[in-house]
Each structure stands twice: as C-alpha cells, then as structure tokens.
C-alpha cells in the first residue's frame, strides 16, 4: 500500500511561471519530509525538507509547504526554469521508524 | 570524483544466476542503503546498515541479502535473480539519524535486467 502518493505523473510549466508539485500521504506518523530531484542516469538528489512543526520551508526559488491536517505537502518552484525540467520524488519518515517512503515521482518539464 | 559510486552500472542476466551489485563511498558516512526503483512504485527500501556490524531489512528484502565489508562498502546480492528483480537499483549514504533532518546522497544507479 503506498504511504505517499504523487498523482501527477507529468506536469509541464512555461519558463518563468510557478510549478506546483504536490504530494500527499496516509501515515499520520510521519513527521520529516523531503523532496528529491532526478536526472536521466543519475541518482536522485536531495532539493528540500521540512519537519512537521513547520508549515513552510524555503531555499531560494524552491519553497515546501506542509499541511498536516490534509496530509498534504507541495514544492513551489518559482521562476521555472529549464533546468528544473527533472522528475521529483517527495519522500517522507517517521522519528519512530527506521524508513523513509518515497511517492511514484512528478516528471516536470519546464518549456523555454 | 563521485561520492557514492555504483558498478556495474548497467547488467543482464539470466534467471538463477547469482548477480552482486556494489556500493562504495568517500563521504565517510556510517548509513547506508539499498533501493528498487519501478516504474509507478518509486523507490523502495531494500536494506539499510546503520554501521558495519548493523544490518536491517526495508520494506521489500525477501530475495536479496546484503554484506557491509566496510564503512564505505555496502553490496547487494541476489542469490538466484529472477525476471521480477528487474530495476533500477540504487545506493544511498547519509551520517546523521534517520528522520530529523537527515538528507540521503545517492549514487547514480544500477540498472539490472534479468531475462
């Protein structure tokens, strides 16, 4: 059963706007959420995190947006550019638990 | 140099067979770890190791197995591969407590086929 859910396979964005890539998940216990950008043949690369006592974490372009009550998180990736043209895995954990799980993936394209 | 590294990074093989994969880093981290990655499914913990004698199985390890030769070293072995073991497979480090503000550095990658 998957714990986090991706349910954009692909999202394409214009250079320049926002992208919203959202993520939600079931497991009430999770507390540390991260997302991942990757590559074609490369492995996936840490981007952003945030831990559940915040609602809101930012780093430059690219800000996480938590809302515990929906078990909902997002990455806003504002300007787009090209070179955010990736596919982003959310992952989440629990303090308790040893694992992290991972979401399907979001391939985003960002059209110059 | 890459930190964490992978061979081989591309394999066939036949059912039955026995297929090693192996992970090294230069991070000096003590955790590491061992992915599948499928189409549609993400990724999924195989194995983990906290440190050389701790070895733990993830969510999916029935048919692999794992050997911590060293800090930096962790490999994968399926003892007898079979066509559903074809993935992606990944090696992951990191050095801080599982959960917190733990960050995960992968390496790029194995892709296994098994026919």
């Known amino acids: 059963d998957q714990q986090v859910k991706q349910n954009s396979p692909s999202l394409s964005v214009q250079e320049g706007r926002i992208s919203i890539l959202n993520c939600d998940y079931t497991?009430?216990?999770?507390?540390?959420f991260l997302w991942y950008k990757k590559y074609p043949a490369e492995g996936p690369t840490f981007l952003i995190s945030?831990?559940?006592?915040?609602d809101k974490n930012e780093d430059g372009r690219f800000t996480v947006f938590l809302n515990k009550s929906a078990k909902h998180l997002s990455l806003h990736i504002v300007p787009s550019q090209p070179g955010d043209s990736a596919v982003y895995f959310c992952a989440a954990s629990a303090t308790s638990s040893n694992q992290f799980y991972f979401g399907t993936g979001t391939s985003l394209t960002v059209i110059p | 140099d890459a930190d964490v590294t992978q061979t081989p990074r591309n394999r066939i093989t036949k059912t039955g067979k026995r297929i090693m994969l192996e992970c090294s880093q230069t991070?000096?981290?003590?955790?590491m770890y061992w992915y599948r990655q499928d189409p549609g499914l993400g990724l999924r913990l195989i194995y983990y190791s906290f440190d050389v004698k701790d070895i733990n199985k993830g969510e999916i390890s029935d048919g692999y197995s794992v050997s911590r030769q060293a800090q930096a070293k962790f490999s994968l072995s399926l003892e007898s591969a079979i066509p559903n073991q074809t993935a992606l497979y990944f090696c992951?480090?990191?050095?801080?407590?599982?959960?917190?503000?733990?960050?995960?550095?992968f390496g790029p990658g194995t892709r296994l086929t098994v026919l």
């Open positions: 991070k000096g981290h003590d955790r």
């Open positions: 945030i831990s559940s006592i915040k």
């Open positions: 497991n009430s216990m999770f507390d540390y």
């Open positions: 992951a480090t990191s050095d801080l407590l599982f959960g917190g503000t733990d960050t995960q550095y």
